[in-house]
């Protein structure tokens, strides 16, 4: 064979080889409380498509799950447009404490929020109001809907935050953030060091003491670095 054709061929085959890689490289990829009216972002252009498995995080976080006898359902991930997803989500079945309006929750919101139910508001209610907790009550977890006067999403929008309402209790009564937050001593208390306990679980706790937006509600997610307690 001439050096010529030996030289074509060469070129060929690095030509072949470059498509190769290129064609590689191109496979390669990235709740409203009620009676408010929350207003969708538009759907993105481009949405970013959900990994094929729970990443290794979110695993983990199943079995934390299991191991503490959380009854859950691991929930497909979802991208809904306009920056809202539902990446690593689970739906609570049973933490031990019946609770209201449980949607999508990551996981790791869904863990914390499980153990500030059994450790935290539970035997604060045994201790102060002198009742077990029948029910939590919330506003709910994932919607897609900016902050309230921002335009920045929400943590709601990432499955990311629940808003907790009231608890209701085995003698009766209800304690609900919006008419006790500012009650009787007792109700204030209590309110209290569930609200201590929160700010030891998740990275925000909002309460009325943050704004008015927040006048009838706890707001707790899992978003930003931690440490933000009001």
Not at 142 to 152: D, E, T, V
Not at 185 to 201: D, G, N, Y
Request: glycine share 10%.
């Amino acid at each position: 064979m001439s050096d010529r054709a030996i030289g074509i061929r060469a070129t060929r085959g690095v030509g072949l080889a470059a498509l190769l890689a290129l064609g590689l490289g191109a496979c390669s990829g990235d709740l409203v409380p009620r009676g408010r009216v929350a207003t969708a972002p538009k759907a993105a252009r481009n949405p970013v498509r959900a990994p094929a498995q729970p990443a290794l995080e979110t695993r983990q976080c199943f079995a934390k799950l299991q191991s503490q006898a959380v009854s859950f359902t691991p929930l497909p991930d979802q991208n809904f447009g306009g920056g809202c997803s539902a990446y690593g989500s689970v739906k609570l079945t049973d933490i031990g404490v019946p609770t209201t309006n449980l949607g999508a929750m990551t996981c790791n919101l869904a863990a914390n929020f499980a153990a500030w139910a059994r450790y935290g508001v539970q035997p604060a209610a045994r201790l102060i109001l002198g009742a077990e907790i029948e029910r939590i009550e919330t506003f709910g977890t994932y919607n897609c809907r900016p902050i309230a006067g921002s335009g920045k999403l929400s943590e709601h929008a990432h499955s990311n935050a629940i808003d907790v309402a009231a608890f209701v209790l085995s003698d009766g009564r209800r304690i609900s953030i919006q008419k006790d937050w500012n009650g009787d001593r007792q109700t204030r208390q209590f309110l209290a060091v569930v609200h201590a306990s929160a700010c030891k679980r998740f990275n925000t706790v909002l309460s009325p003491n943050y704004n008015a937006a927040h006048h009838d509600h706890f707001h707790f997610d899992m978003g930003g670095s931690g440490g933000f307690c009001r």
